[in-house]
């Protein structure tokens, strides 16, 4: 054999080679995942818990809390951590907003490209509270048929949206797509929004 034909063999087993090492766990996770062996991954990357289908939510307009009228249009553009409450905000809506803030903060240079929205029913807002620990909050009266048309897009299994106690995340366009539990940990959102602004181009 030439030294021609043996380096052209070599190389040959050398790509070959290569092709195995990035093929065989491919072809593997297909095997398992779709093969029959019925077998799952134990968690997916996400902290929280995905909202399918998407939840696209209704454009109406809702009154703020010193009154004004204001578009929930505001709620696409950036991405939203959402929470739902009574007005008068007790001991766990004031840790679901202090969570939804230092997650915000958290973002570091990318805070900017997220906002913080408190949809209530009843009266509000406890001040100097809201002012002076949540300056940036966008406050939204749910107590209207509007805010109500609204609300039934957060209803988590049974009992009203404002009592399940969850944080929520819609996306720049406007759609739910994640939620959280009240006693979720703060960091596994922290990771999954880093995670998503990282990949996300949607911006207005």
């Known amino acids: ?42 968690r997916t990357v996400n902290h929280g818990e995905l909202i399918t289908p998407a939840r696209p939510l209704p454009e109406v307009s809702l009154p703020t809390a010193d009154g004004r009228e204001s578009s929930v249009e505001l709620l696409r553009g950036k991405w939203t951590l959402i929470y739902l409450g009574d007005g008068a905000c007790d001991g766990p809506c004031r840790r679901a907003l202090y969570v939804m ?16 929205v408190f949809l209530y029913q009843g009266d509000c807002c406890d001040e100097p509270f809201f002012s002076t620990e949540h300056h940036g909050l966008i406050s ?3 107590d209207s048929d509007g805010g109500r048309e609204l609300a039934e897009h957060f209803r988590f299994e049974e ?4 009592e399940s106690g969850r944080l929520w995340l819609a ?15 703060p960091k596994g959102m922290i ?4 995670r998503l602004l990282r990949l996300s181009h949607v911006e207005r």
């Open 1 to 42: 054999m030439s030294h021609t034909a043996v380096r052209v063999w070599r190389q040959r087993q050398l790509l070959g080679l290569l092709a195995c090492i990035f093929l065989a766990p491919l072809a593997l996770s297909f095997y398992l995942y779709y093969g029959g062996v019925g077998w799952r991954p134990d």
């Open 101 to 116: 803030r230092q997650v915000r903060i958290a973002l570091n240079q990318h805070m900017g490209r997220v906002q913080r």
């Open 140 to 142: 939204l009266d749910l």
């Open 159 to 162: 009992g009203r949206p404002v």
């Open 171 to 185: 996306d720049p366009l406007g759609n739910l797509m994640m939620s959280y539990p009240a006693n979720a940990d």
């Open 191 to 194: 990771e999954d929004l880093k």
